[in-house]
Protein backbone atom coordinates (compact mmCIF):
# COMPACT_ATOMS: atom_id res chain seq x y z
CA UNK A 1 0.00 0.00 0.00
CA UNK A 2 1.29 3.30 -0.32
CA UNK A 3 -0.35 6.65 0.96
CA UNK A 4 -0.30 10.06 -0.53
CA UNK A 5 -0.46 13.39 0.34
CA UNK A 6 -0.75 16.59 -1.22
CA UNK A 7 0.48 19.76 0.11
CA UNK A 8 0.93 23.42 -1.48
CA UNK A 9 -1.63 24.64 -2.67
CA UNK A 10 -3.62 28.14 -1.85
CA UNK A 11 -4.72 30.77 -2.75
CA UNK A 12 -1.96 33.09 -5.58
CA UNK A 13 -2.73 35.64 -8.13
CA UNK A 14 -2.60 35.43 -11.94
CA UNK A 15 1.12 35.05 -13.24
CA UNK A 16 2.46 34.04 -9.49
CA UNK A 17 4.03 30.21 -8.54
CA UNK A 18 3.09 27.64 -6.42
CA UNK A 19 5.01 24.67 -5.88
CA UNK A 20 2.99 21.53 -4.45
CA UNK A 21 4.15 18.26 -3.06
CA UNK A 22 3.23 15.22 -2.63
CA UNK A 23 4.98 12.97 0.10
CA UNK A 24 4.56 8.95 -0.36
CA UNK A 25 4.50 6.60 2.63
CA UNK A 26 4.14 3.07 3.40
CA UNK A 27 6.18 1.67 0.69
CA UNK A 28 8.72 2.98 -1.33
CA UNK A 29 7.58 4.48 -4.82
CA UNK A 30 11.07 4.44 -6.68
CA UNK A 31 9.40 1.78 -8.69
CA UNK A 32 5.80 3.52 -9.48
CA UNK A 33 4.70 6.27 -11.98
CA UNK A 34 3.74 9.20 -10.59
CA UNK A 35 1.59 11.75 -11.84
CA UNK A 36 -0.43 14.95 -11.06
CA UNK A 37 -3.96 15.46 -12.09
CA UNK A 38 -6.34 18.26 -11.21
CA UNK A 39 -10.34 18.95 -11.79
CA UNK A 40 -11.55 22.17 -11.91
CA UNK A 41 -15.54 22.88 -11.00
CA UNK A 42 -18.15 21.71 -12.72
CA UNK A 43 -15.42 19.07 -15.01
CA UNK A 44 -13.69 15.85 -15.34
CA UNK A 45 -10.34 14.88 -13.88
CA UNK A 46 -7.63 15.14 -16.16
CA UNK A 47 -3.68 14.81 -16.17
CA UNK A 48 -1.40 17.83 -15.97
CA UNK A 49 1.92 15.62 -16.06
CA UNK A 50 3.69 12.42 -15.35
CA UNK A 51 6.61 11.04 -14.41
CA UNK A 52 8.53 8.01 -14.96
CA UNK A 53 9.89 5.87 -12.09
CA UNK A 54 13.32 6.33 -13.34
CA UNK A 55 12.86 9.76 -13.98
CA UNK A 56 13.45 9.74 -17.39
CA UNK A 57 9.96 10.68 -18.81
CA UNK A 58 8.05 13.23 -18.51
CA UNK A 59 4.66 14.03 -19.55
CA UNK A 60 2.92 17.36 -19.96
CA UNK A 61 -0.73 18.47 -21.13
CA UNK A 62 -0.20 21.03 -23.53
CA UNK A 63 -1.48 24.30 -21.52
CA UNK A 64 1.05 23.72 -18.70
CA UNK A 65 4.09 22.81 -21.22
CA UNK A 66 6.76 25.48 -20.32
CA UNK A 67 4.97 26.42 -17.23
CA UNK A 68 4.64 23.36 -14.97
CA UNK A 69 7.65 21.13 -14.09
CA UNK A 70 7.41 17.84 -12.17
CA UNK A 71 10.33 16.43 -10.45
CA UNK A 72 10.49 13.93 -7.77
CA UNK A 73 13.20 13.21 -5.10
CA UNK A 74 13.98 9.48 -3.95
CA UNK A 75 15.84 10.39 -0.72
CA UNK A 76 12.17 11.84 0.44
CA UNK A 77 9.80 9.60 -1.56
CA UNK A 78 8.45 12.92 -2.96
CA UNK A 79 6.83 14.24 -6.03
CA UNK A 80 7.13 18.04 -7.10
CA UNK A 81 5.15 20.64 -9.25
CA UNK A 82 6.08 23.78 -10.01
CA UNK A 83 3.79 26.01 -11.26
CA UNK A 84 4.62 29.14 -12.81
CA UNK A 85 2.36 31.72 -14.86
CA UNK A 86 -0.22 30.62 -12.91
CA UNK A 87 -3.98 32.23 -14.96
CA UNK A 88 -7.40 31.43 -13.36
CA UNK A 89 -7.95 28.70 -15.57
CA UNK A 90 -5.36 26.81 -13.30
CA UNK A 91 -7.80 27.11 -10.57
CA UNK A 92 -8.30 23.59 -9.68
CA UNK A 93 -8.39 20.65 -6.85
CA UNK A 94 -4.45 18.95 -7.80
CA UNK A 95 -4.41 15.48 -6.94
CA UNK A 96 -1.30 13.13 -6.83
CA UNK A 97 -1.18 9.81 -7.98
CA UNK A 98 1.00 6.54 -8.41
CA UNK A 99 0.75 3.50 -9.84
CA UNK A 100 3.04 0.02 -10.62
CA UNK A 101 4.93 0.26 -13.54
CA UNK A 102 4.13 -1.65 -16.43
CA UNK A 103 0.52 -1.25 -14.51
CA UNK A 104 -1.92 1.41 -16.90
CA UNK A 105 -4.32 2.10 -14.04
CA UNK A 106 -3.36 4.91 -11.60
CA UNK A 107 -3.61 2.65 -8.37
CA UNK A 108 -2.96 5.00 -5.41
CA UNK A 109 -4.89 8.63 -5.21
CA UNK A 110 -3.93 11.72 -2.57
CA UNK A 111 -6.75 13.69 -1.19
CA UNK A 112 -6.34 16.46 -3.36
CA UNK A 113 -4.84 20.06 -2.81
CA UNK A 114 -6.50 22.97 -3.33
CA UNK A 115 -5.35 25.90 -6.09
CA UNK A 116 -6.89 29.06 -6.89
CA UNK A 117 -5.64 31.42 -8.93
CA UNK A 118 -7.07 35.14 -8.74
CA UNK A 119 -7.19 37.16 -11.33
Known amino acids: QVQLVESGGGLVQAGGSLRLSCAAS????????MAWFRQAPGKERIVVST????????YYVDFVKGRFTISRDYAKNTVYLQMNSLNSEDTAVYYC????????????WGQGTQVTVSS
Open 97 to 108: AARRVGISDWDY
Open 26 to 33: GRTTSRYD
Open 51 to 58: INWSGTSK
